[in-house]
């Protein structure tokens, strides 16, 4: 049934391998679970589908092991949960000597033939899934009905079948409980009983005759309540008082409690004891000053008391078990556990959600530390804070490291090379500084002397295409064509409003290709023949950047139109342009823009967002949550971050920094 | 009447002083002080720099040349998440060990693991898969920037050794070729990195420290440690059962260690 179980150190080292019947190889399918899961700190959930496999994992973290079993994803196992566990502590408990040992000779050197004891374990795992088998409808012989004779199902009154009488008392208690209910079909009743037991019971005549008779008595004295009571209601009907309230009649002199004779006059009231030091407070204040509000300056301490606070309960608990379990701590061979690390995850997933990142990616986030951290043996005079904190910093820092290479200079140098230019896209929703972050990345390229021509594709609001024209107008005059060789280094390529943008942006990459204006590559001659109606010399631009207007991601004719856009001219870089200042937006935002993406494109692999610009970094103090947000979202990393509306307010990240201010208390 | 109260207190002082009590506490005194001192000499002693680093992109290896260099043995391998580190012995007869240390080669991991060990490394073996190289040209050269750049290995000038791995396949490269494709995307990226964007603190990118000579092509023998290219096969030419290919290596870690 599965496919293959794997068991390999997290150095990388194989320790032993089951190839099921027909299974691929296990190395790819087992290299993508450790790149999208582990290595991205999604280990929170402990499957993962990779084509037609679905892989599930366990981590030792003591020993550094992880164990993976993968088996085709239509089926559905119960066993293998079981299974993992077993294999674990087998495992584990068998080359316990080789673990030991210090650095990764025990591994290298030591021979792991599990074979026998896995088939074992998997044959126990199997059976006991088997037992569990849901249980098969009785059939008819099997019931008790088809025991019954014939004979007994047949009504005859007076009849007593010996097997009957003990149903037959017990229905009878019951039955008396519920006559008061059965009481108004009094006619019917018996016949009715006597077809509702069927072959259940039968009463005897005598039985029959006392039973009617208390109904009918009872019946009698119902009904007689029944003739009295419309009376009364009929008397009262007769004379219809008005209905006197305790308070209502009187006016408000009668509702007036006030001591008529205090209000107004001053010596009424009781002398109470005012003690003017008791009122004022603070002796030493100055009269009419208003004093600042005083906060704790000592963050630390407060930290490790409230992390204290639940563990000392514990210790109290515990008595001797507790006590020994801190030393164990303190010498360095305590093993952490889930309880250990719940109170801390908690404050470091508050600590992060408070610093603006989403709050689904922090419970998943702590998750997998979690996931990481469970059974690892703590080191000498370590905490548990102290552990966690490490564990999510690496983690954090993780994340934001760059997935795949980032070097738009390079890039650009490639493309031309091959004579072509490059064409980046910004998107993103409304107000996010698209455009001015354009400009800036415009005026770095044009520092590096690269040529620049915008598409105006943005042909929906106003003053769109007027807010390019001015920015070029101003790059120009900063980088005038005289100090780069008489090249114009930026250029607007535009058609006005109410255009269609995909077809503005293909012009536009046609125009930045052959088109007049800039000279394209410095020196170099064109190694093919250009048709005689294009201009014999390449007068292409480097760089084309394509602005799209603001949409907001659950507009679905908007997110198609941008969906087009990149799937018709294949743009080198795909940029979405968030702000810092998004919170549980920013998952919402980039989850729908990539999954439009994905749905119009009719690629093989589609064309997602390669990159993120984070702007108004400098608008937000150390919450810098937003960062994680999105490159935990898409694995992507941010490409530039914004901190300013100046051309040279254009930075790159830097990832230890960022976490250093996450992680800041 | 003050020198007089003093007095009887000065003497009640002196006495303690030549008491058997206080020798002790000296005694004592001496003995943590040397104790001290001997442990931070061992310290020391431990801390210079005996590991030699394996670096390089994912796939490149490493873990297998490790696996090979240490037991002789052909391991099947996946991708390592964190690294892996054992005495070596350089030679048979020799018995001078190095550290090997296998760093994980993926993205988010080994600046990160570089960073720990980095210090601590005496010389560093940069695995290059010679039959992707041609795809990966641009990330290998990248990774080698961010290597010698570094502060601190530009301060400990450690050997460098790019192994040109995977020769065993007939697609493999050369080190020759290697080299001097390795030499121009360098000399590109001198240029692109100190134009990046400056990073959030300040700190430029591309390092403070410029690579190489400037106004000349870049060219290994301007760096101001010892470079060389072996090649080598982990996996051996005759299959998983036969021996691997790795005298260029061990010759060089001899020389090293």
Redesign the interface.
Known sequence: MLDFFTIFSKGGLVLWCFQGVRGPAATAPVNALIRSVLLQERGGNNSFTHEALTLKYKLDNQFELVFVVGFQKILTLTYVDKLIDDVHKEFRDKYRNEFQQKGALGLLNGTFDFKDDFMRLLRDAEESSKVRAPTVMKTFEQSLKSQKTVKCMIETRGEKPKEKVKNKKNKGSKKDGTEAVAAPSKASAGDKQLSAAGDKEELTKDEILQKNREEFFRRHMKAGEKSRSPKPDAQKEKGKKPRVWDLGNSNAKVLDYSNSATNGSAEACPVEEFDPDMALGDKNREPGRLYDLEYESDDEAEEEKVVQNPSKPSVKKGGLGGMFGMLKGLVGSKSLTREDMDPVLEKMKDHLIAKNVAAEIAVQLCESVAKKLEGKVMGTFTTVTSTVKQALQEALVQILQPQRRVDVLRDVMDAQRHRRPYVVTFCGVNGVGKSTNLAKISFWLIENGFSVLIAACDTFRAGAVEQLRTHTRRLNALHPPESHGGRTMVQLYEKGYGKDAAGIAMEAISYGRHGTGAGGCPGAAPSFTLPPVLPARNQGFDVVLVDTAGRMQDNAPLMTALAKLIAVNAPDLVLFVGEALVGNEAVDQLVKFNKALADHSMAQTPRLIDGIVLTKFDTIDDKVGAAISMTYITSKPIVFVGTGQTYCDLRSLNAKAVVAALMKA | SMAGGLEPHLEALRRELHGPAVLSVLVALIAVAVTFLIWRFVQGRRSSRKAVLLLGLCDAGK?LL??RL??G?Y?????????????YRVSQDKSTTVTLI?L?G????R??FLERFKAAARAMVFVVDSVAFQREV??VA?LLFQVLVDSTVLRNAPALLIACNKQDVTMAKSAKLIQQQLEKELN??R???S???????G?A?GGPAQLGKKGKDFDFSQLPMKVEFVECSARGSKGEEGEADLEALQKWLMKVA
Do not use: C, G, Y
């Open positions: 873990t490790f696996a240490l037991s043995r391991r099947d391998t996946q991708t390592s998440i964190t690294d892996s580190s054992a005495l296998d994980p993926h993205e988010s991991l600046l990160q641009k990330d990248e590109t990226l240029v692109t990195r134009a990046a964007p400056t990073s959030l603190d700190s990118t």
